[in-house]
């Protein structure tokens, strides 16, 4: 099979309920990294007044991380079998629920288990999101929608800690927990009572449904997980995924606590910084989403035009390695904000992969696992942080690490992927042999 060749022009205007689509996506993610994000906020203070040490503190942190990864491991296959109407709704009702039971918890194994429960429901969300794109965009917009949609992970990231001090200050740090379980509720009636697949949406017109099924018509054989392992496209993916996502992990439950311990913050105090860097993440989530799509106007094969996206991305985390000396606060920021941005649109573009290089059916599959491996990253990177800190109290390893991360992931994709070529279901040992 030959490799992807540059999109070919769109029409002028086939329509834009898609759009629609790719608005609820953003406000589940935003919601989703809400969430997950009062913990980080409130962290430090909790830390304080119940008494974890950093050891403690990483370990609540992988219970997240090991529910995410099994969560992520059933999600994918759960989504592709059932739909996304129906996955995505599961979803997100075990995490409304999870949330909303941190409130309940007083101990080191009680935030544990809320954690856990919080991860499996959160699993869903990205294999979800990113086969509702694959379903409802043409390949040449589908890194521009998931870079848009993906950037509710930073807008979540930066209410939680304009909202979570507000509202943990005036009524307590448990009322916060429920404000994000409420929210997601909300969305979860929103998302059954609108949203249809494409053929079934009465509200999308012809014109549109053409358009967004102009790409080449894909294969229709569902496989299960393991099978897909036997694809060098899916570990691409897989190693994408383990290597990098351990630095956001890093960056989202982190950096509230390092800016706190570098600089003496308080809960009022640390809510602008922590705005501040995932308003550089929003902005790098959409950009490297928009650069790829750029690149392929201009020409460039969808291969040359994803990787080079991916490189300008790379660069903006190494400066990371810096942080630990800053002597600034905004330094800190400015870098902590560089490397957010940069995995954003890093991600905008890795999530792209398995739309680019597998057909619909398999997508979801593919992300969760995907998913599996970078929060099996995210757990040793969190048990790796929380014994450095507790051993060392310097983050100057932690972030050498970071620094390096994307660099060596990119390298790891374009040599099993050089040419981004598409999988061929079903598979043929000769064909497609196992790197």
Known sequence: MKPLAAASTPPANPGRYRWRVCAMLLAATTINYMDRQVLGVLAPFLQRDIGWNEIEYGRIVSAFQAAYAIGLLCAGAV???FGTRIG???AISIWALAAMSHALASSVIGFALARFALGLGEAGNFPAAVKTVAEWFPRRERALAVGIFNSGSNIGA???PLLVPVIALALGWQAAFLFTGVLSAAWLAWWLLTYRAPEQQPRLSAAELQYIRSDPVEATTRMPWARLLRYRQAWAFVAAKLITDPVWWLLLFWSGKFLYSQFNLSLRQVGLPLIAIYLLADVGSIGGGWLA???IRLGWSVNRARKSAMLVCALCVVPIVLVTHAQQLWLAVALL???SAGHQGWSANVFTLPSDMFPRQAVASVVGIGGFAGALGGMA??????AQLQSSGSYALVF???SA??????LVVHLLVPALTPARLPFNPLENPHP
């Open 88 to 90: 995505y709704a599961i």
């Open 405 to 410: 991360a994307y660099l060596l992931a990119l």
């Open 400 to 402: 050498l690490v970071a």
């Open 293 to 295: 799509g750029r690149f």
């Open 337 to 339: 904000g560089l490397a």
């Open 158 to 160: 930066v209410l939680a």
């Open 381 to 386: 990177m969190s048990t790796f942080t929380g």
């Open 79 to 81: 989504i592709d079998r």
